[in-house]
């Protein structure tokens, strides 16, 4: 009996959420950027987005400058259903956002061009909506990265 409470709590615990990229123009770098900061939309949540970039920018230890500047409008964010996420979980009640991100050099000429959608469909106690900017930041930290920018 012991052990079936355990996978459960297991089971519960686990955070479903994912990320998806789509119209994606970003070219591959030959050369990376020496540094970069993050611009957001002037609303709470978008600020909250800048924030998470930002802290992950300087967590990989890439400096602050204008060298490319990453700009995010959060086009949609529905808090889903925390209630619904924790009494049935697996993507009922999920946490949802869609985000364009385009990239600008210190001449501000765009050099790429992304979306992403996000989404937390549960958590323990259902999760925090919000959680769906730390996956948001965090794929574009991946992106970057994977196409030689950072």
């Known amino acids: 009996m012991m052990k079936k409470y355990i996978i459960f709590l297991l089971i519960f615990a686990i955070s479903g959420c994912g990320t998806k990229i789509y119209n994606e123009n970003l070219p591959q770098q030959n050369q990376k950027y020496l540094g970069a900061t993050a611009k957001c939309d002037d609303n709470e949540i978008n600020k909250k987005l800048e924030t998470k970039i930002s802290e992950l920018l300087k967590k990989e230890k890439i400096p602050a400058t204008n060298d490319l500047s990453i700009n995010c409008n959060l086009l949609k ?8 996420r924790y009494l049935i979980g697996f993507g009922a009640g999920a946490a949802t956002s869609s985000t364009n991100i385009r990239l600008y050099n210190k001449n501000q000429n765009i050099v790429g061009e992304f979306d992403i959608n996000a989404t937390m469909g549960m958590g323990g106690f259902g999760g925090d909506a919000e959680e769906v900017l730390d996956f948001t930041a965090q794929e574009v930290i991946n992106r970057l990265k994977a196409k030689n920018f950072i």
Do not use: S
């Open 77 to 84: 964010f529905d808090e889903g259903n925390r209630a619904v």
